[in-house]
């Protein structure tokens, strides 16, 4: 008797099964190295925050985070979405484009550095000398940072996670030294700034030079035009949600005053750092997301975005426990943000919407892009002028639920409407760099 075959139903499930297996080994293991570097990132970034919000008055640390909201809000006169397209192109091979990446982040910031001279004469005809002197340092510094840090975008790309979370660690740690020997010597807004972004591109140089030695990034025979083309694209489509992701901190400070926007600032900053975790999810997901097809994703995406929401839900209930806690003991000075902050964390929530967006992006899904990136920093601004000047701090991390709920319902739409590809696009094998080379 002949044994009966599998139908197409169960050959199916069979198939769909082992992709998700195989893709959750994939998210696990490069999740793993990348957490190391974030953990090691945002303990650093949290030790100094500790530290400024102790040697700093309220209006001091207020006009620091001034200076960084400025700096922001310039960025987005700047390729700030090359990081996206290097990991693309790497994850095809094309590594010049990490090269070009960088020659082309110097040259589109440009307009960046022109528009921070009349910001800087502003504030110094207003009284506020330690901020222009601050955004002096900070936008030619943050733009020399964009460009180096590429090499991070690139090994992701690369699938080359140890290796990234290596080289990340040395760098956040040594420079995450220097900048926390600067608070022993000066109390100086201005001078902790410039040695914030010295420090940076300092530790961030000789390994985007080893990377680029190391790969043989020079000779790649694509030049990677294409993948800056791309990373133009995304960072147009996105100027205005750049600005706007700035905009709160922006009104607060000048609708509200320094001291309001030294609260907010901490109330977003723990939250912040746990969204990071969505940060890493969208890295790694990215180079994997791209080797699928349209038809794969609408069927693997829903359910791993099932976990992930899973994930962040307890994520927050442990962050809304815990928070009275957390400043208590590290912000004391600070007390009023704990329930900002708590209503902040539901942002968590939206962790799951990662995979969908990169979906997007993964397959140039071009004008939905547009549409979300212009509809929701519209939507955003308008309701910003309504709340902030009646309900005050209350009203800005209500408008940023309300503008979520927003973005998920968008990006949802268009990835149901993602068009079918005639057939799976064959990558280029990817040659990683050998552990003898480190």
Known sequence: MEEKQPGVVARWLVKSEKLFRTDMVYVFRSSFWMGISQAVASASTFLLAIALTFVLPIESYGSYKMIFTVMGVLQAFSLTQISVAVTRAAARGEDRALLTGFRSNLIWGLPKLILAAPVCAWCTTHGHRDIAWGIAFAVPGALLVQGIELYGPFLVGKKEFKLGSRLA?????????????????????????????????????????????????????????????????????????????????????????????????????????????????????????????????????????????????????????????????????????????????????????????????????????????????????????????????????????????????????FFARMKPSPKPEVLPEVLPATESSL
């Open 169 to 413: 660690v040395i760098q956040t740690l040594v420079a995450s030294a220097l900048i926390a020997a600067s608070l022993f010597f000066t109390r100086n807004v201005v001078v902790i700034v410039a040695v914030y972004f010295g420090a940076n591109v300092l530790t961030h140089i000789p390994i985007y030079a080893w990377v680029v030695r190391a790969f043989r990034v020079r000779e790649s025979t694509s030049d990677g035009a294409a993948a800056v083309n791309y990373g133009w694209h995304l960072s147009l489509m996105r100027v205005l949600g750049t600005i706007t992701f700035q905009l709160d901190n922006f009104l607060v400070g000048t609708l509200l005053g320094n001291s309001s926007l030294a609260v907010y600032s901490v109330a977003k900053a723990p939250p912040q750092q746990l969204r990071i975790l969505g940060k890493n999810l969208s890295a790694i997901s990215l180079p994997k997301l791209a080797e699928r097809t349209p038809e794969d994703l609408k069927r693997l995406v829903p359910r791993k975005a099932l976990v992930v929401l899973v994930f962040s839900i307890g994520l927050i209930a442990a962050y809304v426990l815990g928070a009275p806690y957390l400043y208590k003991w590290f912000f004391p000075k600070y007390l009023d943000s704990v329930t900002y902050s708590r209503w902040y964390s539901l942002l968590i929530l939206s962790f799951p919407l990662v995979l969908f967006q990169n979906s997007l992006i993964a397959h140039r899904e071009t004008r939905a892009q547009y549409v979300i990136e212009t509809a929701i920093p519209i939507f955003k601004t308008i309701l910003y002028i309504f709340l902030i000047p009646r309900f005050r701090l209350a009203g800005v991390v209500g408008c940023l639920l309300v503008t979520e709920v927003l973005h998920i319902v968008l990006v949802l739409i």
